[in-house]
Antibody
Framework: QVQLQESGPGLVKPSQTLSLTCTVS??????????WTWIRQHPGKGLEWIGY???????HYSPSLKSRVTISVDTSKNQFSLRLSSVTAADTAVYYC???????????????WGQGTLVTVSS | DIVLTQSPGTLSLSPGERATLSCRAS???????LAWYQQKRGQAPRLLIY???TRATGIPDRFSGSGSGTDFTLTISRLEPEDFAVYYC?????????FGPGTKVDIK
């Protein structure tokens, strides 16, 4: 079955750009049919949807983060990535990658998730 | 944005007891695109219920979901030791997709 694994720096300085990669195994990211999604969870808090990419190029972001977020895909590596610019301490969180089936006749929620990676924003 | 409110914040119960968790939306969740997730400490959320009432693959039938519109419920008929965790509701009907703040089910 499909597995997702986040990777990237665990520490980012304020005002810099957070960059994370999600490697997908057990399925092709280029086959279409899924929203490849990023979610975050602030320490001890609830979950926040960041955005997704699908069809290798269509993107949709949370309005609250849209000005700072870029999600991209590298089909040759079966990976998708998150970039979040101008970070502050408020961006400290566990970042998860996940997938959800693309809506056709019906819509479905996020079904497979990575284990998450903690990113701390601190000087 | 659709704001999801969950109650209670914490539910203290004993194994074998019934758990009833509530999720209320600030506006109607279209097509009942409401899911429930279970999260244990240090783990990613696990999908339990989607479409308000359909169990995900491999989820035991002691978990059931109900509701429509703005009011939804997750019921665990008889709590097993592995069920003590935090539960989140999630609407995937209207962007930005949102999550509730969670209900912690702990051992009494």
């Amino acid at each position: 079955q499909v597995q997702l694994q986040e990777s990237g720096p665990g520490l980012v300085k304020p005002s810099q750009t957070l960059s994370l990669t999600c490697t997908v195994s057990g399925g092709s990211i280029s086959g279409g049919g899924y929203y490849w999604t990023w979610i975050r969870q602030h320490p001890g808090k609830g979950l926040e949807w960041i955005g997704y990419i699908y069809d290798s190029g269509s993107r949709h972001y949370s309005p609250s983060l849209k000005s700072r977020v870029t999600i991209s895909v590298d089909t040759s590596k079966n990976q998708f990535s998150l970039r979040l610019s101008s970070v502050t301490a408020a961006d400290t969180a566990v970042y998860y990658c996940a997938r959800a089936p693309v809506c056709a006749n019906d819509c479905y929620p996020l079904d497979f998730w990575g284990q998450g990676t903690l990113v701390t924003v601190s000087s | 944005d659709i704001v999801l409110t969950q109650s209670p914040g914490t539910l203290s119960l004993s194994p074998g007891e019934r758990a009833t968790l509530s999720c209320r939306a600030s506006q109607s969740v279209g097509s009942s695109y409401l899911a429930w997730y279970q999260q244990k400490r240090g783990q990613a959320p696990r999908l339990l219920i989607y479409g308000a009432s359909t169990r995900a693959t491999g989820i035991p039938d002691r978990f059931s979901g109900s509701g429509s519109g703005t009011d939804f419920t997750l019921t665990i008929s008889r709590l097993e030791p592995e069920d003590f965790a935090v539960y989140y509701c999630h609407q995937y009907s209207s962007s930005p997709f949102t999550f509730g703040p969670g209900t912690k089910v702990d051992i009494k």
